[in-house]
């Protein structure tokens, strides 16, 4: 099993770069299933700590939004629905405009 990163902040970059590695460089390789599953690691990262992860440049409502987008191109659109509305729900919980709209 992996040993997971202690700190708040380690666990924040953690999570940010596998949801950027998964969304810019697997997703514009068209590696969809691969993307996919580097962005729900990086959400899981991410999700323990959401109020500390809001000051950071990747904010988890983007995180699923990038899991959204990456699982409606795999045709997993249960799970595109799924993720949108949990991106919906953090940005509306903490006014995140831009990632609501």
């Known amino acids: ?3 997971q990163p202690d700190s708040i902040w380690d666990r ?5 770069f596998y949801v950027y590695y998964g969304t810019y460089f697997l997703g514009l390789q068209h590696r969809y299933a691969e993307a996919a599953q ?3 690691k990086g959400i899981s990262y991410l999700n323990p700590y959401y ?3 809001i000051k950071a440049d990747l ?8 899991s959204a987008e990456v699982s409606y191109l795999l045709g997993d659109y249960n799970k595109a ?3 949108a ?3 919906a729900e953090y940005a509306g ?3 995140n405009s831009l990632t609501m709209a």
């Open 51 to 53: 109020i500390a992860s």
């Open 81 to 83: 629905v799924v993720q």
């Open 93 to 95: 919980r903490y006014h």
């Open 12 to 16: 924040s970059a953690v999570g940010t």
């Open 59 to 66: 904010d988890i409502e983007s995180a699923y939004v990038f």
């Open 38 to 40: 580097y962005i729900d």
């Open 1 to 3: 099993m992996e040993k």
């Open 85 to 87: 509305k949990k991106a």
